[in-house]
C-alpha cells in the first residue's frame, strides 16, 4: 500500500523558515511518482501549494508561496522537501505531502489528482 510519511512542522515565528520531508511508507521508492504538497487551514479547503514532477524536475507553486517556498526531491535519499521561508501566519495550516503515479513533465496543484497521502504535519507561525 502507497503511504506517505511527513515529518518538520513545528512552531515558528513570522519571517522563520522550517523545512518539510516526505518520505515513502510502504513502497520503495519514489523515482517514477510525481509528488505534490498541500495544506488546509481550519475551516478553508485543501489548498495546492507546490508540485514537481516525475521526470525533468517540472515545478509549479502556489500564488500565494511563489518566492518563498522551494519544492525538491532526492531520488537517491528517496525524499522529497518543502523549504518554507519567509513564513507568514497565513501560511498555518496542516501540510500534506502527496503522491500519484508521474506521466511525465507534469504535474497538477489540484488535490483531486492525487491518490495517495500523508497524514499531515502541523505548521504553526505566531508572533
Known amino acids: 500500500q502507497v503511504q506517505l510519511v511527513e515529518s518538520g512542522g513545528g512552531l515558528v515565528q513570522p519571517g522563520g523558515s522550517l523545512r518539510l520531508s516526505c518520505a515513502p511508507s510502504?513502497?520503495?521508492?519514489?523515482?517514477?511518482?510525481?509528488i505534490g504538497w498541500f495544506r488546509q487551514a481550519p475551516g478553508k479547503e485543501r489548498e495546492g501549494v507546490s508540485c514537481i514532477s516525475s521526470s525533468d524536475n517540472v515545478i509549479h507553486y502556489g500564488n500565494s508561496v511563489k518566492g518563498r517556498f522551494t519544492i525538491s526531491r532526492d531520488n537517491a535519499k528517496n525524499m522529497a522537501f518543502l523549504q518554507m521561508n519567509s513564513l507568514k501566519p497565513e501560511d498555518t495550516a496542516i501540510y500534506y505531502c502527496?503522491?500519484?503515479?508521474?506521466?511525465?513533465?507534469?504535474?497538477?496543484?489540484?488535490?483531486?489528482?492525487?491518490?495517495?497521502w500523508g497524514q499531515g504535519t502541523q505548521v504553526t507561525v505566531f508572533a
Open positions: 510502504g513502497f520503495t521508492t519514489l523515482d517514477y511518482y510525481t
Open positions: 502527496a503522491t500519484v503515479v508521474g506521466i511525465g513533465p507534469f504535474c497538477s496543484l489540484r488535490p483531486s489528482e492525487y491518490p495517495y
